[in-house]
């Protein structure tokens, strides 16, 4: 184990005020009764009192500094011990402490060096009515039942720690899986607008545009371009409505949300840029039909081409051509035309970025750009994604 993952696993306990005051009570309590039986049983006429009283006041100081500089106390309460009994209790306390806070090698050299000091003062001073084979193996026993509670200790307070911070780490993991998740969301719901709204307000433009510019236009002209104009704006708050629905989670007024758009509708979207008075040449020639997704996507390619023609010029024509089969995927082209100076509806440019997020997600790749005075937009799409 490195220097830092000790560090970190001997800071994981730290005794409270209220432990260190109680553990220092309970030794004097325990020094005083060693004190009074040692000299007070039958033929006492060992070390002089004072020396026991200091031996034992002198380990009790060193009560506090155990449960801060664990293995240096518990030294010198095994020195102390090995002069005289009252430091016993301090020093048998001592082992436990350092099993509990300290690495179990370092804990073994301690609780050795204490139990080698018992047995040193068991030579020279022996317990009354206890044989000395006896006091060597109640003295191995107890610091070795001291030590495995310290250390059994020590790895209960690291296994909850690691738990803990176990779960702190998964419920940070699922906050920011939640956030990605929102973020995707919002991601897509800003998608679908700009492909929605911007298909359907460059219409509308493209007609208002007419009204403005043609004023002498007849009347049957003008009043058909203001109804096209009215149901384009209805159906454009229909749309957005759909989609502010998607986002607020707030079903179809029926219960069932409305059909994404899909191959089969590429007729009325270019039915609709007709009517604006676009020119499309659209050549659809499929070997079957794709799955939903991919298709969508089509739709989407299209519209998307459809629209910045529009844009950026609207008075040229635009060339579509879908084309694919199942063992070799999908090819969507749109083409126009562009002229220099050309007026038209100016872009945010993000349709496009969020075109290639599209393609990218089933699989496919998107190129675009302007090419000896044409714009392609080409995509390739997998069969199935």
Partial sequence: MSAA???????????????????????????????????????????????????????VALVPVLFRRPVPAAVALAALAALAPTATPPSTAATYVVGRSRRLPTAAVVAVAGAAAHVVSGLWRPLHGLSFGWWVVLVLVAHVALLAAGALAQARSALLAGLTERARSAEADRDRHVAEAVAAERTRIAREMHDVLAHRLSLLATYAGALEYRPDASPERLAHAAGVVRAGVHQALEEV???????????????????????????????????????????????????GMVGRTVYRLVQEGLTNARKHAP????????????DAGLEVTV???????????????????????????????????????????????????
């Avoid at 306990?13 to 049983?41: I, K, Y």
């Avoid at 899909?262 to 008075?277: K, Y």
């Fill in 5 to 59: 993952p000790r560090t970190a696993l001997t800071r994981r306990w730290r005794a409270s005020g209220w432990t260190v005051a109680a553990t220092t009570g309970a030794m004097v309590v325990l020094t005083m009764w060693a004190l009074v039986g040692e000299h007070s049983s039958p033929g006492a006429n060992g070390p002089p009192l004072a020396l026991d009283v200091a031996v034992g006041l002198a380990a």
């Fill in 315 to 326: 008075t040229e024509p635009v060339r579509v051509h879908v084309r694919g089969r199942q």
């Fill in 335 to 385: 083409e126009n035309p562009l002229r220099p100076g050309q007026a038209g509806i100016p872009g945010s440019g993000t349709g496009l970025i969020g075109l290639t997020e599209r393609v990218r997600i089933v699989g496919g790749r998107l190129d675009y750009g302007s090419d000896g005075g044409q714009f392609r937009l080409s995509a390739w799409l997998p069969w199935s994604p």
């Fill in 241 to 291: 409505r759909d989609v502010v629905g998607v986002l607020r989670d707030v079903p179809a007024a029926d219960g069932v949300p409305p059909p994404a758009p899909d191959l089969d509708q590429l007729d009325g979207l270019v039915g609709e840029a007709r009517a604006a008075g676009g020119v499309v040449d659209i050549a659809i020639e499929l070997d079957g039909v794709p799955p």
